[in-house]
């Protein structure tokens, strides 16, 4: 059975940092791309990053850049995106999500999602 579990959401102060954690299982690591996405209530999701573990090959939306950190640990199947400089406009539910082979922010090319973690970030 395929399983993302996200974690490491919740209230932050803004400017405060959250580490959220991907743990997955079920299916090969190597072999697919995690994504991270967002969505806050009556928008769209939006691809908030990602990355290719056989190469470490990442994404980030200009949005988050220089702000996010995405890296994997592959011992542990797991991928771990560390927000700093957390601003008020970053607060939604945070989902990762399994792509065979590359990165991509369509939502509907993911094969496998996990259920999200809310983070909050008070102004």
């Known amino acids: 059975e395929v399983q993302l579990v996200e974690s490491g959401g919740g209230l932050v102060q803004a400017g405060g940092s959250l580490r959220l954690s991907c743990t997955t299982s079920?299916?090969?690591?190597?072999?697919?791309?995690i994504g991270w996405f967002r969505q806050a209530p009556g928008k769209e999701r939006e691809g908030v990053s990602c990355i290719r573990s056989s190469d470490e090959m990442t994404y980030y939306a200009d949005s988050v850049k220089g702000r996010f950190t995405i890296s994997s640990d592959n011992a542990k199947n797991t991928v771990y995106l560390q927000m700093n400089s957390l601003k008020p406009e970053d607060a939604a539910v945070y989902y990762c999500?399994?792509?065979?082979?590359?990165?991509?922010?369509?939502?509907?090319?993911?094969?496998?999602w996990g259920q999200g973690t809310q983070v909050t970030v008070s102004s």
């Open positions: 079920g299916f090969t690591f190597d072999d697919y791309a």
């Open positions: 999500a399994a792509n065979l082979d590359y990165c991509t922010t369509i939502p509907g090319s993911y094969d496998y």
